[in-house]
């Protein structure tokens, strides 16, 4: 098992920025964010691989950045020019192997003047 922490989210005026961060009990290789608003799918905000290779969903292109700090077992999230419709619960998830993802508890993340 892995246990994942998430840290970050809250209240933010729409235009601004938040900073989300997840800490992994050990080495993954895949770490990243999706989110789920109400009524809505889980989908991809965006994962980073122990290489570096990064992946972000369309909608948040441009706007949020990832990384991660391989020694710290720790995937940040960066988002910028935050829009209401970024409103969700954000979850962490690891994985080293694509059939097994693993997930944090989440955090709400409400973007509203």
């Known amino acids: 098992q892995v246990q994942l922490v998430e840290s970050g989210g809250g209240l933010v005026q729409p235009g601004g920025s938040l900073a989300l961060s997840c800490v992994a009990s050990?080495?993954?290789?895949?770490m990243g964010w999706y989110r789920q608003a109400p009524g809505e799918q889980r989908e991809l905000v965006a994962t980073?691989?122990?290489?570096?290779?990064?992946n972000y969903g369309a909608s948040v292109q441009g706007r949020f950045n990832i990384s991660r700090d391989n020694f710290k077992y720790t995937v940040y999230l960066q988002m910028n020019n935050l829009k209401p419709e970024d409103t969700a619960v954000y979850f962490c998830?690891?994985?080293?192997?694509?059939?097994?993802?693993?997930w944090g508890k989440g955090t709400l993340v409400t973007v509203s003047s």
């Open positions: 998830s690891a994985r080293n192997d694509p059939r097994v993802n693993y």
């Open positions: 050990r080495s993954m290789f895949s």
């Open positions: 980073m691989s122990t290489g570096g290779s990064r």
